[in-house]
Nanobody, 127 residues
Framework: QVQLAESGGDSVQPGGSLRLSCVVS????????MAWFRQAPGKEREGVAT????????YYADAVLGRFTIVRDIANNILFLQMNSLKPEDTARYYC????????????????????WGQGTQVTVSS
């Protein structure tokens, strides 16, 4: 059974940094993908960053490009999201997601492309 558990969310000031962690168990990487999504109150869940497990190729949403970095620690089965230069609009609940099947690149930020989800961790950016 695949399980994902996020941690690392916190309240920070604009310009600050956070590192989110997602401990993964029971997951067979193969030719799948792992991703971070976020959902703010009243908004749809949106993809933030994706990493393809076979190639290590990463993709980022335009809103976070250059500020966020997705890293997969294969040895310890942990997925990280390093977030720098945080903005108030980054405030959301952040979710780790995984797919053991190949995710089409055009669907890399579609939430229904991923079958496994964590419970999320809250990030609040405010002065």
């Amino acid at each position: 059974q695949v399980q994902l558990a996020e941690s690392g969310g916190d309240s920070v000031q604009p310009g600050g940094s956070l590192r989110l962690s997602c401990v993964v168990s029971g997951y067979t990487a193969g030719n799948g993908a792992m991703a971070w999504f976020r959902q703010a109150p009243g908004k749809e869940r949106e993809g933030v960053a994706t990493v393809y497990t076979a190639t290590g190729k990463t993709y980022y949403a335009d809103a976070v490009l250059g500020r966020f970095t997705i890293v997969r620690d294969i040895a310890n089965n942990i997925l990280f999201l390093q977030m720098n230069s945080l903005k108030p609009e980054d405030t959301a609940r952040y979710y780790c997601a995984a797919s053991e099947e190949y995710v089409l690149i055009v669907e890399r930020f579609r939430h229904n492309a991923y079958g496994y989800w964590g419970q999320g961790t809250q990030v609040t950016v405010s002065s």
